[in-house]
T-cell receptor, first 113, second 109 residues
Framework: DGGITQSPKYLFRKEGQNVTLSCEQN?????MYWYRQDPGQGLRLIYY???????QKGDIAEGYSVSREKKESFPLTVTSAQKNPTAFYLC????????????FGPGTRLTVT | GENVEQHPSTLSVQEGDSAVIKCTYS??????FPWYKQELGKRPQLIID?????GEKKDQRIAVTLNKTAKHFSLHITETQPEDSAVYFC????????FGTGTSLTVIP
């Protein structure tokens, strides 16, 4: 459980505003991931990063942006271009990109009205 | 991306019965297959995983079987208890991770 945190737990924004979700880990993991989870659906990958200063788009990257300036931090910005941003956002980390357990943060529930 | 199909989407069992959830995939390069349990409003947590050099792995009441030739793997929960009620996700590990759409398991006391 411990070692990967997300803040805030709940976030409310008006349509048209950008919002940044925080993800921090102290597990010394190289890889970090952002997922979006909608009701009754699985986890869909937004972005992932296998190393500092490098990241790749996942399946649903449109309307999102990330940065990986530090190993322990991988913030996600939900931009106004994301057409349906209300969702539960999960951050995860793992020690390597392949074959290693992912540890998830507690999630941020974003509501945009 | 990778297509991971998970069945069934919902499953209800009586307490003490067994539950089986199956996933099929298409990426033959995958060699890491974890299963996650997610309780309502909580984060997914790893419950068991298997690597491609193993056909079966068991941890108390939970087991996973893998058939790489047929490209499917299954989660087996025996002697189910009410606290097993949750959503279960299969996953594939590769350059990125892919997830099934989840199975909502309800164990009826």
């Amino acid at each position: 459980d411990g070692g990967i945190t997300q803040s805030p737990k709940y976030l409310f924004r008006k349509e048209g505003q950008n919002v940044t979700l925080s993800c921090e880990q102290n597990l010394n993991h190289d890889a970090m991931y952002w997922y979006r989870q909608d009701p009754g659906q699985g986890l869909r990958l937004i972005y992932y990063s296998q190393i500092v200063n490098d990241f790749q788009k996942g399946d649903i990257a449109e309307g999102y942006s990330v940065s990986r300036e530090k190993k322990e931090s991988f913030p996600l910005t939900v931009t106004s271009a994301q057409k349906n941003p209300t969702a539960f956002y999960l951050c995860a980390s793992s020690s390597g990109a392949r074959n290693y357990e992912q540890y998830f943060g507690p999630g941020t529930r974003l509501t945009v009205t | 991306g990778e297509n991971v199909e998970q069945h069934p989407s919902t499953l209800s069992v009586q307490e003490g019965d067994s539950a089986v959830i199956k996933c099929t995939y298409s990426d033959s390069a995958s060699n890491y297959f974890p299963w996650y349990k997610q309780e309502l409003g909580k984060r997914p947590q790893l419950i068991i995983d298997i690597r491609s050099n193993v056909g079966e792995k068991k941890d108390q009441r939970i087991a996973v079987t893998l058939n790489k030739t047929a490209k499917h793997f299954s989660l087996h929960i025996t002697e189910t208890q009410p606290e097993d009620s949750a959503v279960y996700f299969c996953s594939l590990g590769g350059n990125q991770f892919y997830f099934g759409t989840g199975t909502s398991l309800t164990v009826i006391p």
